[in-house]
């Protein structure tokens, strides 16, 4: 339910950008879209990276949101939290201590607010969303910024489970930049950060967080009504119920809160959330860019990248067991069609994971890319434990590249099927 709009107000610094009342007839989960944009600014460029504001309601601070898009008028949902009936106001402000030093005037043309009752589809999904507290290396540097946050929910014997999964704009610690994208298609980081079993009645019966070293455990932490706090603690992005310790916590708290939206993944890999916003394959370049992680002739174990977008990107599906695969994508070049391996002779480079997946595979030239062609390889895996290691690919999702401007160019080809894959290297091609 849309409640209103607010009118932008960009004048003297301490002035607010926004503010805006909404009512309530019942208590409510509340969801904010600030439509915001900032003179200069260029995730890409060191100094004019991003502006940041702050959302408060009731006179009481509720998270940040970077604004990482530009000057362009953009959206940036937020969720804002529970709220009893009655009216309450949201004042939206720049923070000056947390915004690149090189940017222009900051606005907000409008604020839409949202409300989902209890009992209406979308609550309890909304209700448990964990609010991430920043990490406190990337306040003032413009990195590893929270794009995105979606959740999966699926009944359970003893009522409904939801698993929340947060995407970052990168992560400065963790697998090298050319292996992220070999193996998963991206330079975003994107992790499961809390998971919730909640009863017919809504309680909560228990609820778990990704820790370091990707350990999940039971959270013990403090929440806001039913919102964990989490704490960003490693350098790639895992999360915790409480402060690192020795940690140096800034003085005053910078919170995350993007609102999170509901994706069925069956048959899909995670990435297809960043295709729902494809805007996050241009900030994760950027970032890339200003990071120097992206080079002309990067070279496979370089741990930097051409520019994405000369990649193929290829999500597909297979049952995996004790073995590792990697695709390969034909391309037409100048001198003729030249066949383009995702794991580039590193055998780091394979995926090794059953299921959807995606990777992505840089090719030569300056011309359009132009994809024919697509082939599979596997290889049993020095350490299986299973006596028959096996790799059967079953679909192939999707297929595409990035245009001048990031955008996702779809290639048309789909496939479904069975084709089982030799495990010694040998390539089995799939025409299109």
């Known amino acids: 339910m849309i409640l209103g709009a607010a009118v932008a107000v960009v004048i003297a610094a301490a002035a607010p950008l926004a503010e805006q009342s909404f009512t309530l007839d019942q208590p409510a989960e509340v969801v904010a879209t600030l439509h915001a944009g900032c003179e200069r600014c260029d995730w890409g460029v060191a100094g004019r990276e991003a502006a940041a504001v702050t959302i408060a309601v009731d006179g009481r601070y509720r998270t940040h949101a970077m604004l990482t898009r530009g000057d362009k008028d ?107 994208m070999a193996t998963w298609g991206r330079t975003t980081d994107i992790e499961f950060v809390y998971g919730v079993e909640v009863d017919a009645d809504g309680r909560t019966i228990a609820d778990e967080f990704q820790g370091p070293d990707h350990v999940v455990m039971p959270f013990r932490g403090e929440k806001d009504a039913q919102h964990p706090i989490e704490f960003v603690v490693t350098d790639n992005n895992m999360v915790s119920d409480k402060p690192q310790p020795g940690a140096k916590t800034p003085a005053a708290p910078m919170r995350y809160s993007p609102a999170p939206e509901l994706f069925d993944l069956t048959n899909q890999s995670r990435e297809v959330v960043m295709d729902a916003h494809p805007w996050t394959y241009r900030v994760t370049s950027q970032e890339m860019s200003r990071e120097a992680k992206i080079g002309d002739d ?134 299109f």
């Open 74 to 180: 953009s959206e940036y949902r937020v969720l804002l939290g529970r709220y009893p009936r009655g009216t309450h106001a949201i004042v939206v402000e720049a923070d000056p201590s947390s915004t690149a030093r090189g940017v222009g005037a900051v606005r907000v043309s409008r604020v839409d607010v949202a409300s989902v009752r209890e009992g209406e589809p979308a609550y309890e999904g909304l209700a448990h969303a964990p609010i991430l507290r920043a990490r406190p290396n990337t306040i003032g540097r413009f990195t590893d910024v929270p794009l995105l946050m979606w959740y999966e929910t699926a009944p359970t014997p003893r009522g409904r489970s939801y698993r929340y999964s947060v995407i970052f704009s990168n992560e400065d610690g963790g697998t090298a930049t050319d292996r992220l």
């Open 298 to 431: 990067a070279a496979a174990g370089s741990g930097k990248i051409p520019d994405p977008r000369r990649f193929v990107f290829v999500e597909a599906c297979s049952e995996l067991d004790g073995a590792a695969l990697a695709f390969g994508v034909r391309v037409m070049t100048s001198s003729g069609p030249r066949w383009f391996d995702s794991h580039r002779d590193r055998d780091q480079f394979r995926i090794v994971r059953s299921g959807c997946f995606r990777g992505a595979v840089p090719v030569s030239g300056s011309q359009a890319i132009r994809v024919d062609a697509i082939r599979f390889r596997a290889w049993k895996q020095p350490d299986a434990k299973t006596p028959q290691p096996a790799v059967r690919v079953t679909r192939v999702n999707r297929v595409f590249t990035l245009g001048d401007d990031y955008a996702i160019k779809p290639v048309r080809f789909e496939w479904r099927g069975s084709l089982p894959l030799a495990l010694d290297g040998t390539p089995a091609e799939l025409p």
